[in-house]
């Protein structure tokens, strides 16, 4: 929830309080207050505006958590789980992934990966 959420914006060098945070995801999802992938990538961006590509790239480094340099459904999984307390299934994640990218690239193990220079023309495209 808005705890994990607060801890993923820290790690990007955003201080916000517990009423911002709350603020955010109420902005984000009036309903239910949580956020999908897309939304969360929003989100850790917006107090960001200085340097986009810098913090496009920040953003990206938090999602792969392995330091691999690609992004898959276990690194949604994983971020979802730990900062915004969402529990989502590997299929929901691999569809997440593949909404950044036109054409969802092969891993090894058959997900779809998304590379650093993909998430970024996803991101200032949206």
């Given at each position: 929830?808005?705890?994990?959420?607060?801890?993923?914006?820290?790690?990007?060098?955003?201080n916000?309080?517990?009423?911002?945070?709350?603020?955010?995801?109420?902005?984000?999802?009036?309903?239910?207050?949580?956020?999908?992938?897309?939304?969360?990538?929003?989100?850790?961006?917006?107090?960001?505006?200085?340097?986009?590509?810098?913090?496009?790239?920040?953003?990206?480094?938090?999602i792969?958590?392995?330091?691999?340099?690609?992004?898959?459904?276990?690194?949604?999984c994983?971020?979802?789980?730990?900062?915004?307390?969402?529990?989502?299934?590997?299929?929901?994640?691999?569809?997440m992934?593949?909404?950044?990218?036109?054409?969802?690239?092969?891993g090894?193990?058959?997900?779809?990966?998304?590379?650093?220079?993909?998430f970024?023309?996803?991101?200032?495209?949206?």
């Amino acid at each position: 929830g808005s705890q994990g959420l607060k801890t993923a914006l820290s790690a990007l060098g955003a201080n916000f309080t517990d009423a911002d945070v709350m603020d955010l995801l109420v902005e984000m999802d009036p309903q239910n207050k949580t956020l999908d992938f897309t939304d969360f990538v929003t989100v850790m961006l917006r107090p960001l505006e200085d340097d986009v590509v810098s913090d496009l790239k920040a953003a990206f480094r938090v999602i792969d958590r392995s330091g691999r340099g690609s992004i898959d459904a276990d690194d949604v999984c994983t971020v979802l789980d730990d900062f915004v307390n969402i529990k989502v299934s590997r299929l929901t994640a691999r569809e997440m992934v593949a909404e950044f990218v036109e054409q969802g690239e092969e891993g090894p193990d058959g997900d779809a990966m998304l590379q650093e220079d993909e998430f970024l023309r996803a991101m200032v495209q949206s």
